[in-house]
């Protein structure tokens, strides 16, 4: 079984890693310990969006992004399991909004 923390841990250390920079300088930088940031890095820990945000603040990376790439590792992983196909993109439909008519013109 993939684990969503395991794939969020692995995409931090490997954006940190990419930086050349210390788990210290991210802690430091994240206000979160070092330790608790090692965990979240190593899958041990679930971060909090919270959390995350500070951590991805930390490293100048946009949580969207981060998560996009994580979306796609598990998309990965999962399909490498055997598990359920994609059958596509969903489509939302967003009802159109009634035109407002300024009768003040």
């Known amino acids: 079984m993939v ?8 995409a931090l250390r490997r954006r940190r890693q990419d930086q050349h920079r210390t788990l210290r300088e991210v802690s430091s930088a994240a206000r979160v ?3 608790y940031l090692s965990e979240v890095e190593r899958g ?3 971060a909090s ?3 995350l945000s ?7 990376v946009r949580l ?17 399991a055997g598990g359920p196909t994609p059958v596509g993109p969903t489509a939302v439909v967003v009802p159109a909004r009634p035109a407002v008519v300024d009768r003040a013109a």
């Open 44 to 46: 041990q820990k679930e």
């Open 3 to 10: 684990l969503l923390r395991r794939v969020i841990g692995e």
């Open 64 to 80: 969207a992004d981060l998560l996009r790439e994580v979306s796609g590792e598990l998309e990965l992983a999962e399909l490498a």
């Open 54 to 60: 500070s951590i991805c603040d930390a490293l100048g």
């Open 33 to 35: 310990s070092l330790g």
């Open 49 to 51: 969006s919270e959390l």
